[in-house]
Nanobody, 123 residues
Framework: VQLQASGGGSVRAGDSLRLSCTDSERPINNYAKGWFRQAPGKEREFVAAIGRDNSYTYYAESVKGRFTIARDSAKNIVYLQMNNLEPEDTAMYYC?????????????????WGQGTQVTVSS
């Protein structure tokens, strides 16, 4: 496992969760990281991405205004703060990394992945 994703859980609609993505195998870097999610029977979809610092972020329309991606470069951790969760947010969430500072929104643009953390939102 090259990235470690954590922080998932089972919550109710309207609750919040914060996911963490730790890169413990590479030297501290500010390469782009992304969060994706995959619900059963559906394709993996883009959620959010972050570039070299917190000024460079990009979100899927479905999460814009509710989710915030941020990085703590000193710790090599990227966070996904998820507020006002909806049942439609239920999925396995994956973090991914690439050897570039450029933001990407397609899974094929990322070279290494974490194992996923489950988020379940009940109504």
């Amino acid at each position: 496992v090259q990235l470690q994703a954590s922080g998932g859980g089972s919550v109710r609609a309207g609750d919040s969760l914060r996911l963490s993505c730790t890169d413990s195998e590479r030297p501290i870097n500010n390469y782009a990281k992304g969060w994706f999610r995959q619900a059963p029977g559906k394709e993996r979809e883009f959620v959010a991405a972050i570039g070299r610092d917190n000024s460079y972020t990009y979100y899927a329309e479905s999460v814009k205004g509710r989710f915030t991606i941020a990085r703590d470069s000193a710790k090599n951790i990227v966070y996904l703060q998820m507020n006002n969760l909806e049942p439609e947010d239920t999925a396995m969430y994956y973090c991914a990394g690439r050897f570039s500072h450029v933001l990407g929104s397609r899974p094929a643009e990322y070279y290494y992945w974490g194992q996923g953390t489950q988020v379940t939102v009940s109504s």
